[in-house]
């Protein structure tokens, strides 16, 4: 076996050309062992778009808006003085009524047997009265020729005195019953509308039940709820700007009253707004209510403002990514946000005015990252304007795919 072994490797390498393959197979094995021992080549990060905003300085709104709802300053819920049931409802959801319309009715037929009855005792105590009147004539006369003594006709005085008590206290029980059975018809104090129905006919209700809801024509408020971290910043007449929905002028209002408890369920404080001037707008309206933010004492009405997007969380504090124009890349910086202004912040330290911070896409760049500068169509003027750059087109070429190119080649 080693013979014919031996026999055909000096066959292989007596041809010359057999010598050369064998080389090139051995080379290419030991390049091959090479490279798979060798470390894979490090994937550099994607080169990202970005937009800038140059930091300016900007005034600040120092205003804080809460949504809110127009509601007549005198609103009733009315409701009969007398239980009973409800045989007759005159109005309906939304109908305007004037001073003393009937509102609503309920069974009177008991009311007016019992004023019958203090009717009927008016007349006895009336015909009781002027029979101890009577007596007294009669015994005074005879207490006059001595024929009586002085305590009988007293007795008799004191009898007529308890009759007229007796008479006033029944006229007395009268109007009581009489004015019973007129609280048997519900009737408008004033002029309004109708906001509410809280019974339905048929239905038995005791004496003082909301029956009726009535919003009383005259002066009308803003109603919203504060949160209970911003009630130190109002107080009671305090100027606030009111915005009624679908109206575009603003009008003018004033802190009326403050809740002294806050709402059990929402943790709020009720603040009712008097509006001053102008035609009322409509019951119910939804309306924006601007409070002035709280400032101290010569504090600045213009700051650094940033939008939400170009923050980001790093180590607890807040950070942003400042753009290096010499690199091209991102660099974090450490910034003091103070607080909200509308869809912004107001940054009091980190930054300066005229250094380039990325607004969008914070969360997928790293630093010393290279990245590219997106190019708006439109330019926005302001404080902080979006950074103009050449934008990577057909007819520029990127680093990545230049890179790409010459390995290909």
Not at 29 to 46: M, R, T
Not at 135 to 143: G, P, V
Not at 202 to 226: C, I, N, T
Not at 380 to 399: E, K, V, Y
Request: net charge positive; hydrophobic share 45%; charged share 20%.
């Amino acid at each position: 076996m080693q013979a014919v072994q031996g026999r055909h490797r000096s066959l292989f390498f007596s041809d010359g050309r057999g010598a050369r393959v064998w080389l090139a197979l051995s080379a290419a094995l030991a390049l091959g062992a090479l490279s798979g021992c060798s470390k894979p080549p490090v994937e550099e990060p994607p080169l990202r778009t970005v937009k800038l905003i140059t930091v300016g300085v900007a005034p600040l709104s120092a205003q804080r808006e809460y949504a809110a709802e127009v509601r007549a300053r005198v609103e009733s819920r009315l409701g009969f003085r007398v239980a009973g049931k409800i045989i007759r409802r005159s109005v309906e959801l939304g109908q305007r009524v004037a001073a003393g319309t009937v509102l609503a009715e309920i069974d009177p037929r008991d009311y007016a047997l019992a004023a019958e009855a203090a009717r009927a005792q008016v007349a006895a105590a009336q015909t009781q009265r002027d029979l101890a009147a009577a007596d007294f004539k009669r015994y005074q006369a005879l207490r006059e020729q001595n024929f009586i003594s002085g305590a009988e006709l007293e007795r008799r005085e004191t009898a007529l005195k308890a009759a007229e008590a007796s008479l006033q206290q029944a006229r007395a029980q009268l109007g009581v019953q009489g004015n019973q059975a007129s609280y048997t018809r519900l009737v408008a104090d004033a002029a309004g509308v109708v906001t509410g129905l809280d019974a339905e006919v048929g239905q038995v209700v005791a004496a003082g039940a909301p029956v009726v809801r009535v919003a009383v024509d005259g002066p009308r408020d803003v109603v919203f709820h504060l949160p209970e971290d911003k009630l130190s910043s109002v107080r009671r007449g305090l100027a606030v700007t009111v915005r009624v929905w679908g109206e575009a002028r603003e009008r003018e209002g004033v802190v009326r009253e403050i809740a002294a408890a806050a709402d059990p369920v929402t943790r709020t404080y009720l603040v009712q707004v008097a509006l001053q001037g102008g035609e009322p707008p409509a019951l119910g309206a939804t309306a924006m209510v601007a409070l002035p933010a709280p400032m101290a004492s010569g504090a600045p009405v213009a700051a650094i403002k940033l939008p939400t997007t170009a923050l980001r969380q790093e180590a607890g504090h807040s950070a942003v990514w400042v753009y290096d124009p010499q690199s091209s890349t991102v660099l974090s910086q450490p910034v003091e946000v103070a607080t909200a202004d509308g869809n912004e912040v107001v940054v009091t330290a980190g930054l300066k005015p005229g250094q380039q911070v990325v607004a969008t896409g914070v969360h997928v760049l790293a630093p010393g990252q290279k990245v590219l500068v997106y190019q708006e169509k439109y330019q926005n003027a302001g404080a902080n304007r979006t950074l103009a750059a050449p934008q990577i087109g057909a007819s520029q070429t990127s680093p990545a795919r230049a890179a790409a190119s010459d390995a290909a080649r």
